[in-house]
């Protein structure tokens, strides 16, 4: 497609329960990456892909946390447990390898954990 | 750590006025540093991009300076416009290990009316 496609948009759920958030790069791009959002703060750093492995996953806040890209494109975020802390809007960017600022971010999913 | 802060966090201005948002970082050793646009449900849109050996960038109405010494960045808007309403974040880019990882200011949030 023509950008970074995230789906849901919106998502509720209830505490306790686990979801899955989805995260379509522009075709071509083999570096992704999942940032989250909470309310009046700038995104934080999640974790990073170049092409199926996590070359970087400092970022995910504990082991409830879990993100894969099983073949290089398509990617998922997985949260287990759900807490009301993680309410927040989580958005993935892809870029080219190499192509420091050439980032194209989605429009983000805003998870709400009632 | 990196740390950004931004100043101010919210700016409310009526049309026609020149501006000035203000970035800060603690880590003076950067790779490049970006400013973003975000509007309300919608993803991050690159504005400018400037490399660490570089003083400023312009496009259009935009106009971005950096002060890698002293760890500050400015983005001058000129001649401010309603649709310019929207809230303006900083990120800096270590470069080497980081691969790509951004990190982030809280935002100011920009409001220019008529």
């Known amino acids: 497609g023509a950008g970074v496609s995230q789906t849901p948009s919106n998502k509720v759920t209830e505490k306790g329960k686990y979801v899955e958030l989805r995260c379509d790069p522009i075709?071509?791009?083999?570096?992704l990456y999942w940032y989250r959002q909470s309310l009046g703060q700038g995104p934080e750093f999640l974790i990073y892909?170049?092409?199926?492995?996590?070359?970087?996953d400092s970022g995910l806040p504990n082991d409830r946390f879990f993100a894969v890209r099983p073949e290089g494109s398509v990617s998922t975020l997985k949260i287990q447990r759900t807490e009301r802390g993680d309410s927040a809007v989580y958005l993935c960017?892809?870029?080219?390898?190499?192509?420091?600022?050439?980032?194209?971010f989605g429009s983000g999913t805003r998870l709400t954990v009632v | 750590k990196q740390e950004v802060t931004q100043i101010p966090a919210a700016l409310s201005v009526p049309e026609g006025e020149n501006l000035v948002l203000n970035c800060s970082f603690t880590?003076?050793?950067?790779?490049?540093l970006q400013w973003f646009r975000q509007d309300p449900g919608k993803g991050l849109t690159s504005l400018l991009l400037?490399?660490?050996?570089?003083r400023e960038q312009t496009s259009g109405r935009l106009n971005a300076s950096l002060d890698k010494s002293s760890g500050r960045s400015t983005l001058y808007i000129a001649a401010s416009q309603p649709g310019d309403s929207a809230t303006y974040l900083c990120?800096?880019?270590?470069?080497?290990?980081?691969?790509?990882?951004?990190?982030f200011g809280q935002g100011t949030i920009l409001t220019v009316h008529p």
């Open positions: 960017a892809s870029s080219r390898t190499g192509e420091m600022g050439g980032y194209t």
């Open positions: 075709s071509g791009h083999t570096a």
């Open positions: 892909f170049q092409g199926t492995g996590a070359a970087d």
């Open positions: 880590d003076s050793a950067i790779y490049n």
């Open positions: 400037i490399q660490s050996s570089q």
């Open positions: 990120a800096v880019y270590a470069g080497g290990t980081s691969y790509g990882k951004l990190t």
